[in-house]
C-alpha cells in the first residue's frame, strides 16, 4: 500500500501564511511528499515554490504530485541549514518548516525508520552519505549510546537500554529494527512494557536524530532563512516534541528586534484533525513576520 502525506495543519498555515504581492516566492524547506506546497500552490495562482529535500525517493513523488504546477514549482536536492546558508537568489516571501517526519519514511521507505517492521537499521534521510542506525548501536560506547537515547528521546531508562544493546552486540551484530526492539523491550521494567507508546518509541526517535543531525539543523535555518525574508514576509515552522519546539521558540525570543511573534503560545491541531488525522496530535505551529526596518 501506498500512503499520501496529509499536511498538519492546512488550515492554520494557510491563515498565517498570505502573500503580500502576487509574484511572490514561497521555500518550503521540508517539502517531504508536497502536501504543502500543493496546497500554496493552489491557493495562490501567481505564487512560486522552491521545496527542499534530501532525501531523494520522497522528492521524486513530490516533483510527480506537482508537476502540473509547471515552473511555478522548484524542487532542490539539499538539506535546509545548507540550502539557507548558500541562498544568494531574490528575497522570499514565504519560509514553511514542517520539521515532522512523514508517514512515507515509516510505511514505505524500507530503511528502519518504524519498529513495527523488520528492516534493516539504516534510518538516513540521506541514504548515500553519513553513518546509520546500525553504526550508531553496533559502535558507540555504552556512555555515549545511553547520552544520545536520553537526550534525543528524553528516556528515563536510557542508560538500562544501552547496556543491554552493548551486552546483545557481544553475541552478534544488531541489524535489525525489529531485534532492536526486541532488546530494549527485554531492557525495560515490566510496568514500562504495557504502556501506551511501544517502550522502543524514544530510543528509535533519538537514533533518527542522531543520524540525520536534525536538532543542530534548526537555529542557523531560521537565522539566514528570517535574512533572506522581505519585511513584512512571514515564517512558520511546525514542530512535533519539545526537542525541536524549544529551540524555536526561544530562538523567536532572542530575535523580536527582527521578528514579530505572531503566535504567543503555539497552534496546536483541532480536536477533529487529530481524529482524523494521527499524526498531528502532538504537532504545534509558530509564526514570525519580519519587522520593517
Not at 500512503?3 to 498565517?16: A, F, R
Not at 531523494?56 to 539539499?78: M, V, Y
Not at 528575497?91 to 515532522?100: S, W
Request: glycine letters at 6%.
Amino acid at each position: 500500500m501506498q500512503y499520501v502525506h496529509c499536511p498538519v495543519m492546512k488550515d492554520e498555515v494557510l491563515q498565517y501564511l498570505v502573500p503580500k504581492r502576487e509574484k511572490a516566492i514561497m521555500v518550503d524547506c521540508t517539502l517531504g511528499e508536497g502536501g504543502h506546497s500543493f496546497l500554496f500552490l493552489s491557493e495562490y495562482p501567481a505564487l512560486k515554490v522552491i521545496g527542499l529535500d534530501r532525501d531523494d525517493a520522497i522528492r521524486a513523488k513530490a516533483i510527480n504530485r506537482l508537476s502540473g504546477f509547471g515552473d511555478r514549482f522548484e524542487a532542490k536536492a539539499t538539506w535546509f541549514d545548507d540550502f539557507w546558508k548558500n541562498y544568494d537568489g531574490p528575497k522570499v516571501d514565504l519560509v514553511l518548516f514542517d520539521l515532522g517526519i512523514s508517514v512515507f519514511h515509516y510505511e514505505e521507505s524500507g530503511r528502519g525508520f518504524s519498529f513495527r517492521k523488520s528492516e534493516d537499521l539504516d534510518m538516513r534521510l540521506n541514504a548515500n552519505e553519513g553513518f546509520s542506525a546500525k553504526d550508531v548501536v553496533n559502535t558507540y560506547a555504552e556512555e555515549d549510546l545511553a547520552n544520545v537515547i536520553y537526550n534525543y528521546g528524553e528516556e528515563r531508562y536510557s542508560r538500562r537500554i544501552s547496556k543491554a544493546i552493548c551486552e546483545y552486540r557481544k553475541q552478534k551484530t544488531i541489524e535489525k529494527t525489529d531485534e532492536l526492539a526486541e532488546v530494549i523491550y527485554n531492557a525495560v521494567p515490566g510496568e514500562y512494557r504495557h504502556r501506551r507508546i511501544h517502550p522502543a518509541t524514544k530510543t528509535f526517535q533519538a537514533l533518527r536524530i542522531e543520524v540525520n543531525g536534525e536538532l543542530d539543523r534548526i537555529e542557523s535555518s531560521l537565522e539566514n532563512a528570517i535574512r533572506a525574508l522581505v519585511p513584512g514576509g512571514r515564517l512558520a515552522v511546525i514542530t512535533f516534541h519539545s526537542l525541536e519546539d524549544r529551540p524555536v521558540k526561544w530562538f523567536f525570543k532572542r530575535h523580536t528586534d527582527q521578528v514579530e511573534i505572531l503566535t504567543k503560545k503555539p497552534i496546536v491541531p483541532t480536536e477533529e484533525e487529530c481524529r482524523t488525522n494521527s499524526p498531528s496530535r502532538s504537532a504545534k505551529l509558530r509564526v514570525v513576520e519580519k519587522r520593517s526596518i
